[in-house]
């Protein structure tokens, strides 16, 4: 939702009603994550993508409906080959859809919520798609660290839900749930989608060089939050690095202890170090292997400074357990020459840890192109299950 909530506020606070279609499950190749969205507005404007062009002309249909009706539906696109032709889900991949109205009336904590996710507060939102009984679809519970608002049906399923979604809520992970259709949690009837809007992950670009200012621009492309940091003031400007939310002039390694200290780092960010200095990088990465627990850290140099690298990280104590989290030479093997290519290298063995991936051409393999945590299909045997239309 965060890609469509800003074009979708003005509406609801005048009192309008929109068509919401959330990809809450994904099989296969598909080409969306569960959590894009699609909104269709009052006036007709289509806003967003659940598959990349896919199903949007079947998926804008059913919001226009689900928008008239008042009552939510949850869709399978993409069940057999001939159906997922019929609306251009070419790709063999299946979604599940859940389209629903969204107003003032089926959610009036809308508001709240874009002013949580503006000022970068975690929040979620919790969302019946299944049920037994019609009423309880589309109810929401607005989950955040300090509680929660909203009601999905009963104060069993408010609190249950509440609290399987924090972890989902800290680590800013999107999630299907499944209960009783009362709230317990060993059955089956009801499911939920989780959707989190945790604040950006941070990017920490150690080195305030032309490298860096390349990977800074591709860090903020890719929805990092992006510090620069050096302990030189007369690089380690604002003019050189517009592109970063954050340039810091400090001794790298007391910046990134400071940062350890206030518990501002999580499991989502990412530290790339450029400096290739000892005298900056050795005491920044003993800090960064031993005292993070952070998704990556990078350091750029050439094979001989890794290796003297890794001799001097020895030297300070640190265990061949602490040193293998160290990704060196920093980068995918791309041939990359220049500073933009380089931040594309990067940014690729990034994406590749966070996802699974092998770094290979694509046409070189016969896996699965996407690399998550799906499973195959399950039999369907809720109500509010319905197959995908054609367009």
């Not at 503006?118 to 589309?138: C, F, Y």
């Not at 989950?143 to 609190?159: A, I």
């Not at 590749?352 to 393999?365: H, I, M, S, T, V």
Request: negative net charge; charged residues 20%.
């Amino acid at each position: 939702m965060r890609d469509v909530l800003a074009k979708l506020l003005p509406g609801w606070q005048a009192g309008e009603t929109a068509g919401l279609a959330t990809v809450v499950r994904t099989f296969k190749s598909a080409p969306r994550p569960p959590g894009a969205s699609m909104a269709v507005t009052a006036g007709g404007e289509a806003i967003g993508s659940v598959s990349g062009g896919c199903v949007e002309g079947a998926v804008y249909e059913l919001a226009t409906d689900v928008t008239a009706s008042g009552r939510p539906a949850l869709v399978r696109y993409g069940i057999s080959d001939d159906e997922a032709f019929s609306v251009g889900l070419t790709c063999g991949g299946i979604l599940d859809v859940f389209v629903e109205p969204l107003s003032r009336g089926t959610f009036p904590g809308l508001d709240d919520v874009a002013a949580d996710i503006a000022a970068s507060r975690p929040v979620g939102i919790a969302t019946v798609i299944e049920h037994p009984d019609p009423a309880w679809l589309g109810r929401h519970l607005v989950v955040r660290p300090d509680g929660f608002d909203g009601d999905l049906g009963t104060e069993r399923v408010n609190h249950a839900v509440a609290d399987d979604t924090l972890g989902l809520l800290a680590a800013g992970r999107n999630s299907t749930l499944t209960y009783g259709p009362d709230g317990h949690r060993r059955g089956e009837g009801m499911r939920i989608f989780f959707g989190s809007f945790a604040p950006r992950p941070r990017m920490l670009v150690f080195g305030a060089i032309d490298f860096a200012a390349a990977l800074a621009r591709m860090g903020t492309f890719l929805g990092y939050q992006v510090t620069v940091c050096d302990a030189r003031p007369v690089f380690a400007t604002r003019a050189r690095f517009p592109e970063a939310d954050e340039v810091v002039v400090q001794w790298p390694h007391q910046y990134l202890t400071e940062q350890l200290q206030q518990d501002l780092l999580d499991e989502r960010t990412v530290i790339c170090v450029l400096t290739h200095d000892p005298k900056f990088d050795v005491p920044l990465l003993e800090v960064a292997l031993r005292g993070s627990k952070t998704a990556y850290v990078g350091a750029m140099g050439s094979r001989r400074t890794h290796d003297d690298r890794l001799q001097r990280l020895r030297e300070a104590g640190l265990t061949n357990e602490e040193l293998s989290r160290l990704h060196s030479p920093v980068g995918l093997d791309l041939g990359a020459r220049t500073p933009e290519e380089t931040a594309v290298s990067i940014a690729a063995e990034i994406i590749a840890r966070q996802w699974g991936g092998g770094g290979q051409p694509l046409g070189e393999l016969s896996d699965r192109i996407h690399h998550d945590e799906a499973h195959e299909p399950q039999p369907q045997t809720g109500p509010s299950l319905q197959p995908g239309r054609s367009a």
